[in-house]
């Protein structure tokens, strides 16, 4: 056990925080690894729950941990190197680094083009679209929710293909897209909203990178429109030049 220093004019959550973060430094819990339940860290340092929430709390909103919902609380993995580059393939990226790429449909619905969405694809205003939803992860960690326009003429059923096989590269291959550049990478930066922050397991107030860009398949032809937002704490952006 651990004797907290109730004199030492140091909050008791915070040195139960700070002997936590020395324990990710020094790799005592590992990145992606769980960490103890409540109830044995309250034991660990001789302090109640309601003093370790706090902890965990303070914890999650700098990025060092991550609660999730019925599992426990978990040690952010590092961050992902993202190359930004002509031809970005999230599961190619992903499983370099040595994780497990998944995708999941969140929502597919049909939509109409507005003037920006009909400029980026090349369609006139008022196109009928399909509108995907789907969240990226690297292993059990989302690493970015998108939305995803494409011509419901062109690609119909886009949604239900998307679904079954969980890539948008293996879903543009169904319709015999078999290579594809990305033609404009535009980013931002913006505060997750209250449905982005659950998707991403991200606390409210957390900030995310916003990804707007347009694919293209050898011809030129725009192909989707997307925009993702990425968890800012969980990657970082390599831009590069060929």
């Known amino acids: 056990m651990m004797s907290m220093q109730k004199s030492s004019g140091v909050a008791l959550w915070r040195q139960v925080a700070d002997g936590i973060e020395r324990g990710i430094a020094d790799g005592r819990f590992a990145a992606g690894e769980k960490l103890p339940g409540e109830m044995e860290i309250a034991d660990t340092y001789r ?3 309601h003093t370790v929430r706090r902890a965990l709390a303070a914890l999650a909103e700098r990025g060092l941990v991550r609660a999730e919902r019925g599992s426990g609380t978990y040690v952010e993995a590092q961050r992902l190197a993202y190359p ?13 680094g040595g994780h497990e790429p998944r995708g999941q449909l969140i929502d597919a619905s049909d939509d ?3 003037r920006e969405i009909a400029r980026e694809l090349g369609l006139k205003t008022g196109a009928p679209l399909i509108r995907i939803e789907s969240v990226r992860l690297a292993d059990r960690t989302p690493i970015c929710v998108s939305t995803t326009w494409l011509s419901a003429e062109r690609f119909p059923n886009a949604g239900r293909v998307f679904a079954n096989v969980r890539s ?3 879903m543009l291959a169904h319709y015999g897209v078999g290579d594809f550049r990305r033609s404009s990478t535009r980013i931002t930066a913006a505060i997750a909203d209250a449905t982005d922050a659950a998707r991403l397991d991200l606390a409210l107030g957390r900030p995310v990178l916003v990804v707007d860009s347009t694919d293209v398949d050898p011809a ?23």
Request: proline share 2%; aromatic share 6%.
């Open 168 to 170: 948008m590269t293996k």
């Open 47 to 49: 302090v109640n729950r």
């Open 112 to 114: 109409v083009a507005t």
């Open 220 to 242: 030129d032809r725009p192909l989707v429109t997307k925009r993702s937002r990425f968890a800012a704490e969980r990657v970082e952006f390599l831009v590069e030049n060929s």
């Open 84 to 96: 930004l580059r002509s031809r970005t393939r999230f599961s190619e990226i992903v499983g370099a």
